[in-house]
């Protein structure tokens, strides 16, 4: 079955492939030439639906979007929904990291916990919606280290790990993210 993947952001298409297991034949919002939603809700779960709904509307046909960012303690949950725009039009992301090492710095913390959130939604056209949420906990580090993965991966050590994600091997990312138990909780209310 045909399964539209809602995101304009490359770095999400090959884990959410893996994470499906091929159950899809995927093809991405920027394939059909969708346009991107703004994103106007104040959670991650709310803009998961806003950007599954205008795609499954578009294209008549299902949708899955991500909706995921980092959260730092010490910044109270920032840059969380806004972690895409940290990073400005240019998509900068060392500069989206350089911000956060300096915020933390400035509130002169030594705790460098954070974590990752992925909210999933599924649409179908003009039709019903399930949104799930997942989580991993972990640490950041300064500089950043590895070039694997996307976005803030370099300076996140998931808890328990000592690489991190940008180092990982995707295998081992896609074992234990945000996005893997997102996923785990979309297949068991989809296929269980
Ligand atoms: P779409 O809305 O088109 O999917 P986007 O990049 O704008 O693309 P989001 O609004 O969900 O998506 O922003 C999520 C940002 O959070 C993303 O750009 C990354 O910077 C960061 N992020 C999310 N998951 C991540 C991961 O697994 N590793 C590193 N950074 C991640």
């Not at 994470?19 to 346009?35: H, K, N, S, Y």
């Not at 994103?39 to 499954?56: D, I, P, Y």
């Not at 039009?89 to 002169?108: L, Q, Y």
């Amino acid at each position: 079955a045909k399964l539209v993947a809602a995101t304009h952001n490359p770095g999400k298409v090959p884990e959410i492939a893996a994470l499906l297991d091929g159950r899809f034949e995927i093809v991405t919002a920027g394939q059909l030439g969708l346009p991107e939603p703004e994103e106007t809700e104040s959670t991650f779960v709310g803009n998961a639906l806003l950007k599954a709904r205008h795609a499954a509307d578009l294209s008549g046909l299902p949708a899955l979007a991500d909706d995921s960012g980092l959260s730092v303690k010490a910044l109270d949950g920032a840059p969380g929904i806004y972690s895409a725009r940290w990073a400005g039009p240019g998509k900068d992301f060392a500069m989206a990291m350089d911000k956060v090492a300096e915020r933390i710095e400035a509130t002169g913390t030594e705790d460098y916990a954070a974590w990752f959130t992925s909210a999933l939604a599924v649409a179908w056209p003009n039709g019903p919606a399930v949104v799930v949420e997942g989580r991993v906990d972990g640490s950041l580090v300064f500089p950043g280290r590895g070039t694997r993965g996307f976005g803030y991966d370099p300076v996140f050590i998931p808890a328990g790990e000592s690489l991190t994600f940008g180092e990982m091997e995707p295998t081992a990312k896609d074992a234990m993210s945000h996005r893997a138990r997102a996923f785990a909780k979309l297949k068991a209310a989809l296929f269980d």
